[in-house]
């Protein structure tokens, strides 16, 4: 089974939801915003993701080159693509963010954005 990440970074914490291929909620948490706390998170052997989904911002570049190193299958996301895929939400979290993050990952919707490596 193939799984899909979001990831809502904030300065301090990042929310992180995990969907299946079904779009059904796999896990979410909540962690800090560097790159060992995300990989413990993301580096668990259960989870085979297709996709990780980066929202673009402050932490993005350091984040996504850290990923990307780990060999995660990141993309980070245009700011506006996502807030106007996410617009809709009744109850905007970050927790409900990384889970729609990762379900837009999931549909291919989102635009891919290369960041550069540090």
Known sequence: MD???????????TS?????????IVREVKVASEPEALLAALKNPAYRFK????EAGP???????????AELPVICVE????RAA????????DRNDARGTAQISALAVAA???AKPI
């Open 16 to 24: 992180v939801g995990i969907v299946d291929d079904a779009g059904k």
């Open 51 to 54: 996709r990780i989904g980066l």
């Open 3 to 13: 799984y899909f990440a979001g990831l809502d970074v904030s300065v301090k914490d």
């Open 59 to 69: 932490l993005s570049q350091w984040l996504f080159s850290a990923l990307a190193e």
């Open 112 to 114: 891919r954005r290369g």
């Open 79 to 82: 700011t506006r693509h996502m």
């Open 86 to 93: 996410l617009k809709a939400q009744i109850n905007k979290t």
